[in-house]
């Protein structure tokens, strides 16, 4: 059984202007985040920041060098007014077999499809996920490359926590125990609870009055 932080492969934020996001992340953490790629046909971009050789962070919103697509963007970015916490990715290394291992114990975590994005340097990254169900329910990703994003990502941002707030835990328990995943979960209003620091000071989301909530 991993942990949570242990098996996670990135967080991702989305957002309606990744510039403004990377700019208020920098001034509150001293972390400026490094540019991704564009994801083509999606209408998307990414920004990174490393947690560690394995794990990162991704802030995700509109690529206005693309053509608007006919079809929402992924994570609800058409839909935001500011930035959220949308969703996590846990890594594993081979996906059919853990498809196969989490259906036997009851549940599905849908189809895999394949993806991918070149980043600024001209290095295609390529890989295979499967649905985001929900924020707190993690959806899978096997890298089809040796360049994980996080080892040129921009480093010096630290994961403190990464917990789950749900309206039946029970529930939640029970998928992230057919993926080998153990986390802090609470009830309420669904939501991944994530507090990161950096070298001038810490974010948390949701906010402080989400929370209250």
């Not at 490094?34 to 919103?61: D, M, W």
């Not at 707030?165 to 153990?182: K, M, Q, T, Y």
């Not at 986390?183 to 070298?199: F, Q």
Request: proline share 10%; hydrophobic share 40%; glycine share 8%.
């Amino acid at each position: 059984m991993r942990t949570s932080i242990a098996a996670l492969d990135h967080l991702v934020l989305a957002t309606p202007d990744i510039a403004a996001t990377a700019a208020w992340l920098a001034e509150q953490t001293g972390v400026t985040p490094s540019a991704g790629g564009q994801h083509t046909g999606k209408g998307t971009r990414n920004v990174l920041c490393s947690f560690g050789p394995t794990s990162y962070l991704e802030i995700v919103g509109p690529d206005h060098e693309q053509t608007t697509p006919t079809f929402p963007r992924p994570f609800g970015i058409d839909d935001l007014t500011e930035a959220r916490m949308v969703a996590w990715a846990v890594a594993v290394p081979d996906m059919e077999t853990v498809l196969g291992e989490a259906r036997r114990a009851g549940y599905d975590p849908g189809p895999a499809s394949a993806m991918q994005r070149v980043r600024p340097d001209g290095v295609t990254l390529s890989w295979h996920l499967t649905l985001n169900l929900s924020a707190t329910t993690p959806f899978l990703i096997e890298w089809g490359t040796p360049h994980h994003p996080a080892s040129t990502a921009a480093p010096g941002l630290e994961l403190s926590q990464l917990r789950a707030r749900h309206p039946h835990p029970e529930l939640l328990e029970s998928h992230l125990d057919a993926l080998g995943i153990s986390m802090g979960i609470m009830p309420g209003p669904e939501a991944l609870l994530v507090e990161l620091h950096g070298p001038l000071g810490s974010v948390a989301f949701p906010s402080a009055e989400d929370v209250r909530l």
